[in-house]
């Protein structure tokens, strides 16, 4: 239910809509799951789905995490829902990169590829040191497998553990 700003009008959004400093205002926003289609997507939010006959590559979801001190953790598990692939940055760095999308695709790539389960969670330990102390900037984009793909998913949370073996708080 963490509240997600969300693009997904077709658009060309280049590089910068992943930094910190840039402004979304003008975008829309909603509780997360966000998605449309089959199998609960945007249970939360449910967003535009493209034109007619056709959908969109790429979407792009932004928000902010406030994490006070991230050294208090051993590290910090990010647990990431998504349909098809997806790129993960935080504060402007990217920190996951599913199997199927390649370094630099374009705004209009299609992957090709449907993730194995898009209801099911996938863990990404990440050092604590990807964070800062006070508020986060979080950038995803997630990547249709073909324009005839139906549905698009994505769901993300970001827990803190105080032990290897995944205490959390």
Do not use: C
């Not at 939010?45 to 953790?73: C, E, L, Q």
């Amino acid at each position: 239910g963490h509240v997600w700003k969300y693009l997904a009008d077709g658009s060309d959004q280049g590089t910068a809509w992943r930094a910190i400093a840039f402004n979304d205002a003008g975008w829309p926003s909603g509780p997360s799951s966000l998605g449309y289609g089959s199998d609960g997507e945007g249970d939360g939010t449910t967003i535009p789905s493209g034109p007619a006959g056709g959908f969109h590559a790429t979407t792009y979801f932004r928000t902010t995490v406030d994490i006070p001190n991230p050294a208090a953790f051993v590290n910090i598990l990010v647990r990431l829902k998504y349909d098809d692939e997806a790129a993960v940055y935080i504060n402007g760095v990217e920190a996951v990169r599913t199997a199927g999308l390649p370094a630099g695709a374009a705004y209009d790539y299609y992957t090709g590829s449907n993730v194995g389960s898009e209801t099911a969670w996938k863990d990404f330990p990440m050092p604590v040191s990807r964070f800062t102390p006070g508020l986060n900037t979080i950038a995803v984009e997630v990547h249709q497998g073909s324009a005839g793909s139906s549905d698009v998913r994505m769901d993300m949370f970001v827990r803190g553990e105080v032990s290897a073996g995944g205490s959390n708080v």
